[in-house]
């Protein structure tokens, strides 16, 4: 088959993830696919296990796919779109981009064109499609390219769209957001440990009841505040933690971490210069 609906350069975690989505989820079949990774390892890795087409190099994929995801680290980007751009053609080639920090108009000037660039953020939990991301659209895209770029991330998990000056914020709280919840849920099982339970016992309590807790704030109409005097009662227990949290200022260090992370994302732009 010389021409492919999809070309995924990058093949990494993430790149799987969405790739696995799509297979599952029938939304592509692996003939319709063709995907390149700099890790020769890895390339073999994904063309045996999914069955898929390994192009030699990035210019071949380009000339050879419609619709490109670039799913790389942003330090690689820059030598990734001088070889895209080699074969690209705006009116053949789509850029799906999922990289950080890095907005469609810096692909679009690398490109040299009117690129049609959809730019996605997803976040880890893709793996095992219940991930979150959000889908902006680049100054070019059209409405096709838009609904294909939805289709793909609707494979692994849920998705909102939003103007594309709020995706560093938005990186920062769904992007990053699973590793503040790995962390939170790390000191709570560790604590469980210190405590005298077995670590699967403390692992599970802090598992399931995260899960519980995202359950209950999907499903429930009321605010979070709300939920939160229904478990705390008054001179109790959770009462008696919150009150330390406030006393830690939690709020403060959480504004500030994510703050960070926001601030990382527009500086993942100028490390490119």
Same mark, same amino acid.
């Not at 993430?14 to 989505?21: N, P, S, V, Y």
């Not at 053609?89 to 959809?118: F, T």
């Not at 409405?143 to 920062?172: C, M, P, R």
């Given at each position: 088959? *010389?021409?492919?609906?999809?070309?995924?350069?990058?093949?990494?975690?993430?790149?799987?993830?969405?790739?696995?989505?799509?297979? *599952?989820?029938?939304?592509?079949?692996?003939?319709?696919?063709?995907?390149?990774?700099?890790?020769?390892?890895?390339?073999?890795?994904? $063309?045996?296990?999914?069955?898929?087409?390994?192009?030699?190099?990035?210019?071949?994929?380009?000339?050879?796919?419609?619709?490109?995801?670039?799913? !790389?680290?942003?330090?690689?980007?820059?030598? !990734?779109?001088?070889?895209?751009?080699?074969?690209?053609?705006?009116?053949?080639? @789509?850029?799906?981009?999922?990289?950080?920090?890095?907005?469609?108009?810096?692909?679009?000037? &690398?490109?040299?064109?009117?690129?049609?660039? !959809?730019?996605? &953020?997803?976040?880890?939990?893709?793996?095992?499609?219940?991930? &979150?991301?959000? !889908?902006? $659209?680049?100054?070019?895209?059209?409405?096709? +390219?838009?609904?294909?770029?939805?289709?793909?991330?609707?494979?692994?998990? +849920?998705?909102?769209?939003? *103007?594309?000056?709020?995706?560093?914020?938005?990186?920062?709280?769904?992007?990053?957001?699973?590793?503040?919840?790995?962390?939170?849920?790390?000191?709570?099982?560790? %604590?469980?440990?210190?405590?005298?339970?077995?670590?699967?016992?403390?692992?599970?309590?802090?598992?399931? %009841? &995260?899960?519980?807790?995202?359950? %209950?704030?999907? $499903?429930?109409?009321? @605010?979070? *505040?709300?939920?939160?005097?229904?478990?705390?009662?008054?001179?109790?227990? %959770?009462?008696?933690?919150?009150?330390?949290?406030?006393?830690?200022?939690? +709020?403060?260090?959480?504004?500030?971490?994510?703050?960070?992370? $926001?601030?990382?994302?527009?500086?993942?732009?100028?490390?490119? +210069?």
């Amino acid at each position: 088959m *010389d021409n492919y609906k999809l070309g995924i350069i990058g093949c990494g975690n993430m790149g799987e993830a969405i790739l696995k989505g799509i297979l *599952d989820c029938n939304f592509l079949k692996p003939e319709e696919i063709i995907i390149y990774d700099k890790d020769n390892y890895r390339e073999r890795y994904i $063309k045996n296990n999914y069955k898929v087409y390994a192009a030699k190099e990035i210019a071949e994929l380009v000339k050879k796919a419609m619709h490109i995801l670039l799913a !790389v680290k942003p330090q690689d980007l820059k030598v !990734v779109l001088e070889k895209v751009k080699i074969n690209f053609n705006y009116k053949v080639n @789509s850029i799906i981009s999922i990289i950080a920090g890095i907005p469609s108009c810096y692909i679009e000037k &690398m490109l040299s064109s009117d690129a049609r660039v !959809v730019r996605i &953020m997803p976040n880890t939990p893709a793996l095992f499609r219940k991930g &979150m991301a959000v !889908v902006s $659209k680049g100054r070019y895209v059209k409405n096709s +390219d838009l609904i294909f770029s939805k289709e793909l991330i609707k494979s692994v998990g +849920d998705y909102l769209f939003i *103007d594309e000056k709020y995706q560093n914020i938005a990186t920062a709280l769904s992007g990053s957001g699973p590793a503040y919840f790995f962390l939170f849920c790390k000191y709570l099982i560790d %604590t469980g440990i210190k405590n005298g339970l077995n670590p699967e016992i403390s692992k599970k309590l802090v598992t399931e %009841t &995260m899960i519980g807790a995202g359950i %209950t704030i999907k $499903k429930s109409k009321g @605010s979070l *505040d709300n939920l939160i005097k229904k478990v705390a009662s008054p001179g109790g227990t %959770t009462e008696a933690a919150l009150e330390e949290f406030i006393r830690g200022k939690l +709020d403060k260090i959480i504004v500030k971490a994510v703050e960070n992370a $926001k601030k990382r994302a527009y500086e993942l732009e100028k490390f490119l +210069d």
